[in-house]
DNA sequence: CCATAGTAAAAAATCGATTTTTTACATCAT
DNA sequence: ATGATGTAAAAAATCGATTTTTTACTATGG
């Protein structure tokens, strides 16, 4: 499977990035179990260190940790696609609400400098990773000040949660052209401080990412087997 | 401090639910750097174990985990408690208005049952323990319905959060006593479907405990220091 | 007298081995 | 032939010891 299988050694908070990044791009099988012998050498560490990164990951929701029966990948659940970007919309409506109150000039030039980069990063192609990359930054900074790290928090987790069925998901060139475009809307409004329709924008963005999402989600949804 | 320091010795998830509430309960000095070999006595368990509670706790946000400096109970800061409290009830209100929609019979009735324990509760002094745990059921119950598990679960994680701030407060009877009234309310405008009362109730049930929370801030909020 | 570098003690993190639990398989009884 | 029970292999969880990092103290130089 992967090709990221360093015998390098890494610190644990290194080991946790990697293993976080791996999980949302989807290099794991869905609904997959994780064989800690087989992790232990794909990223040349010990178990203590493993398994406290993997004890953290199912507190974060990217792991499922059964009993005594070791930890498995998460199947990917259609109607739980559905909860997570609604929630989303919703949580960065408010935030966004918020947001364009409280941004001062300082976020204002951010925000301008994290849009150029994600064009640039556009039209530049087969840098898939380092797309991802500005995208999220754009996203995190257009939301950064509204005053609550709580909702900051819950809403990267989301977006966590959805970039996962997101990046599973076959692309679609037509709705990704729509979503670039929105970026630079989104840039427009915010700086116009026109809250209720940077609001429905940015949520129209996420329904309409969340139907690329929805590739994702195999149309048989009643397997609870094994993935491996 | 302690007095449940029991050598016996625990399952994992034992642990993690102990800590946990020893946590919320207010058991540890906030502030407190957590030395790793205490823990091992009091909880009676090994160090792996242990080790991989404390980072679930850690990113449940119930303990801040320092680079290579063992981990160390939150202090309790009044911005954040506010921040806790407002995200709260913006959050349970999304989640009331949900559920009074999407409730039937069987929740109905399982309202009515968590409530009246909940009272026989309240009637019974001294059992507060035995009261935390019949209060939480019931608000858990209340919203249950909603039909969004990661908002639930997020409610769930604030309504952790704002506990601690909660039981480290010093007790306000009369409060208290307008609280418990609301809890009957709630039950009434639930049952009634009426979901702009009940929901408006509901927020000014977490505004007013909000203020009762408040109790557990120092005022001198200008203090990075050591807590031990 | 204060600051800085070195050193020793303490704490945290990591490792490899042991113990416990689960799972898969085969045997026996019905 | 099918289901249940016992056994062996595999996997996960836990333990105690080792290694690394941090912190506190001391001595030395400015």
New interface residues.
Partial sequence: MGAEAATTNMTA?QLYAALKRDLIDGRFTAGQKLAITVLRQRYGVGL?PL???L???????LLEQE?QRGFRVPALKRA?LD??A??RR?LEG?ALAQALQAGGDEWEAGLLAAFHRLKRADETPGQLEHWEQMHLQFHRHLLEPC?????L??IEQ?HD?FDRYRRMAPANDTIRETLNLQHGQLVELAMARDVPAARALLEEHIRLSHEVARGACREDQTRPEEGD
């Fill in positions: 908070s203590s398994r406290e990164t004890n953290r990951l199912a507190a974060y929701g009993n739980e909860d997570i609604d929630l919703r408010l005053g609550s790290a709580w909702l928090r819950f989301l949660q």
